[in-house]
């Protein structure tokens, strides 16, 4: 049976009798309402007994003092009696306690009255047996005889003359006595119907509230043999698996706790850790929900078990690749000038590399010491406040930093190194500073030679550009394709009679005229540098003069008659716009005469 069906079946049966106590409960109540309803009923009944005897015992007295005074109050009150038992008077309320006695002494009625009501209505809606009304309508018949009596002492003292001493004689002689005992029997025995009927009906609820109450304490009995029943049940089939389970996961909650620290440490680089779990199975053949849960549970430790086999290949495989790494590493640094350090912020202490360490000339072995001897010893000291001051406002701002600086090495020499840092935080959560450090030395000299270099060329290239602008010789440089002028000095530019330079720059040598508008001349003197840069690349330059037909004439009216120089320049068929074309050596001889009439405009 399941744990979830055995719970349903105690709480079934629990729940069950729990009904049937709260329904015996309720018929108990119902009982004891009932048993208030017959002591209400047989006081009542009591109470309009008692009425009758009190009322034919102040019948009697009134009588009595009546014939003994003379005072006709006590016959009104005889006469008042009769009325209100009969219902022919309004009834006082309360009337079964003391009334007379009250009303003698007070000559008036002690309490209001109500409606009109006859002893005998009352007794029937009290619910009186027929036999016990019987004796009151015997008693009521005997009681004729009684008033008959009673009515002749009245007149006796009512008569002419009054006749006390008979009055007194009838109401007090024996067969006033017997008559009087006649009336009474009736209601003694009416009494002890009364007093019987109740005690009948007391007997019966007593018996039916014991067999209640028996019921009651039977459910409740059962209640209580069940809870005691259900508890070694629980504990047996529910809380000692439950316990023993809680403990085991317990045991896997370490675990696991410890395989976060183990994983934690691993990627933090502590390849050492392994992990086994200590928690065993807990095998179980149980076909309820104690039985899964700890069929699940040894499924879990058997993941813990691999997952601590499967961290024990890894760190091992990692431990050999981060051996290779850091070996290769440790080549690669060696190769490329380079070590590492690491800066503890909190103790201001700097770690080196070996590499770092051989890098300084310190030694061949990491090197610990406080960063403020670190860079008393080794920055250079022009260098120091700005990488200094660089430095500490990175690692403020956590930011990473690169500073090329000169160190002093330990035999002495002067090198430039760039260090590249960053803050990180290690295994202790405690912040550091990791960072990578490189001989530049090289680099920074030949930064420096190019840039010495550069200065030279920029020098030449002001001077060429000088002795081309201020050179006695008409010099101009046009495009290979196209003839247009690029660039003139301020020679040529008075020889085509131009008014500035920018009125050159960009046409062609025919339309500034030069050669005097005849086309076969200029035919000739473009193919001039065409035929002496079509040969192989001379290391100089080579001029080529030809004598055209007729000379060059300036475009102004000068007649100033030159001729025209042609220079082709030696240089690198690669290096510029003119590699693809090749100069003509100068064993060549002149240029043949162009024969082509597509010539550049």
């Given amino acids: 049976m399941t744990i979830r069906r055995l719970v349903q079946v105690l709480s079934a049966g629990l729940v069950i009798l729990a009904m049937l106590a709260a329904g015996l409960i309720v018929v108990a109540a119902i009982r004891r309402r009932h048993l208030v309803e017959l002591e209400a009923q047989g006081l009542r009944s009591y109470e309009l007994a008692d009425e009758l005897r009190h009322t034919s015992d102040d019948l009697t007295r009134f009588v009595r003092s009546y014939v003994a005074t003379g005072d006709p109050r006590y016959e009104q009150y005889y006469r008042q009696v009769l009325a209100i038992r009969?219902?022919?008077?309004?009834?006082?309320?309360?009337?079964?306690?003391?009334?007379?006695?009250?009303?003698?002494?007070?000559?008036?009625?002690?309490?209001?009255?109500?409606?009109?009501?006859?002893?005998?209505?009352?007794?029937?809606?009290?619910?009186?047996?027929?036999?016990?009304?019987?004796?009151?309508?015997?008693?009521?018949?005997?009681?004729?005889?009684?008033?008959?009596?009673?009515?002749?002492?009245?007149?006796?003292?009512?008569?002419?003359?009054?006749?006390?001493?008979?009055?007194?004689?009838?109401?007090?002689?024996?067969?006033?006595n017997h008559a009087k005992a006649a009336v009474m029997k009736p209601i003694d025995d009416f009494l002890g119907l009364v007093d019987m009927r109740t005690a009948a009906a007391l007997d019966q609820f007593n018996r039916q509230t014991k067999v209640a109450f028996a019921a009651i304490e039977s459910v409740f009995v059962l209640f209580l043999m069940l809870a005691f029943a259900a508890y070694p049940i629980l504990r047996r089939r529910v809380l000692v698996p439950v316990s023993a389970l809680q403990r085991h996961t317990g045991r896997v909650a370490g675990d696991l706790d410890r395989l976060a620290r183990v994983t934690q440490r691993i990627a933090r680089g502590d390849l050492g850790q392994v992990f086994a779990a200590s928690t065993t199975p807990m095998p179980s053949y149980r076909p309820d929900e104690i039985g899964d849960l700890s069929r699940t549970h040894d499924a879990m430790v058997d993941q813990l078990q691999s997952t601590g086999a499967a961290i024990a290949v890894m760190t091992a495989t990692l431990a050999r690749a981060n051996e290779a790494l850091a070996a290769h590493?440790?080549?690669?640094?060696?190769?490329?000038?380079?070590?590492?350090?690491?800066?503890?912020?909190?103790?201001?202490?700097?770690?080196?590399?070996?590499?770092?360490?051989?890098?300084?000339?310190?030694g061949t072995e990491p090197v610990v010491m406080p960063l403020a001897e670190y860079r008393d010893r080794f920055y250079y000291p022009d260098d120091r406040p700005t990488a200094e001051a660089?430095?500490?406002?990175?690692?403020?701002?956590?930011?990473?930093?690169?500073?090329?600086?000169?160190?002093?090495?330990?035999?002495?020499?002067?090198?430039?190194?760039r260090a590249s840092s960053a803050v990180e935080r290690d295994e202790r959560g405690e912040e550091v500073v990791a960072g990578v450090i490189q001989d530049v030395t090289a680099r920074k000299e030949a930064e420096n030679d190019l840039r010495r270099s550069q200065g030279e060329l920029a020098d030449l290239a002001n001077r060429f550009a000088s002795m081309f602008r201020d050179s006695p010789v008409a010099l101009i440089v046009t495009e290979a394709d196209t003839g247009r002028v690029?660039?003139?000095?301020?020679?040529?530019?008075?020889?085509?009679?131009?008014?500035?330079?920018?009125?050159?720059?960009?046409?062609?040598?025919?339309?500034?005229?030069?050669?005097?508008?005849?086309?076969?001349i200029r035919r000739q003197a473009v193919a001039i540098p065409r035929r002496c840069c079509g040969g192989p690349p001379w290391r100089d330059g080579s001029t080529w003069r030809a004598r055209?037909?007729?000379?060059?004439?300036?475009?102004?009216?000068?007649?100033?008659?030159?001729?025209?120089?042609?220079?082709?320049?030696?240089?690198?068929?690669?290096?510029?716009?003119?590699?693809?074309?090749?100069?003509?050596?100068?064993?060549?001889?002149?240029?043949?005469?162009?024969?082509?009439?597509?010539?550049?405009?």
């Fill in 86 to 176: 009969n219902g022919q008077a309004p009834r006082p309320e309360h009337y079964g306690r003391v009334y007379w006695d009250l009303y003698l002494d007070q000559h008036r009625p002690p309490r209001p009255a109500g409606p009109p009501q006859s002893l005998l209505s009352l007794m029937q809606a009290a619910g009186f047996t027929g036999e016990e009304l019987a004796d009151l309508r015997l008693a009521e018949a005997t009681s004729d005889s009684l008033t008959a009596i009673e009515n002749a002492a009245f007149r006796a003292m009512q008569g002419h003359p009054p006749d006390p001493v008979l009055a007194r004689r009838l109401v007090n002689d024996s067969a006033y």
């Fill in 329 to 362: 590493l440790r080549r690669t640094l060696d190769l490329a000038s380079m070590g590492t350090f690491t800066i503890d912020r909190t103790r201001r202490t700097i770690t080196m590399s070996a590499q770092m360490a051989t890098l300084l000339r310190v």
């Fill in 390 to 417: 660089s430095a500490e406002r990175a690692y403020g701002q956590r930011e990473p930093v690169t500073i090329d600086a000169r160190v002093v090495r330990g035999d002495q020499k002067v090198i430039w190194v």
């Fill in 486 to 520: 690029r660039e003139a000095n301020t020679q040529f530019v008075r020889l085509v009679g131009a008014e500035s330079l920018d009125r050159v720059v960009g046409r062609t040598t025919l339309e500034l005229g030069i050669y005097g508008g005849d086309p076969n």
């Fill in 548 to 601: 055209p037909p007729s000379p060059v004439r300036r475009s102004s009216a000068s007649s100033t008659r030159r001729w025209p120089a042609i220079a082709c320049p030696s240089r690198s068929p690669v290096a510029d716009p003119w590699s693809s074309v090749r100069h003509r050596p100068r064993s060549a001889g002149p240029p043949p005469e162009a024969s082509s009439s597509k010539e550049p405009s």
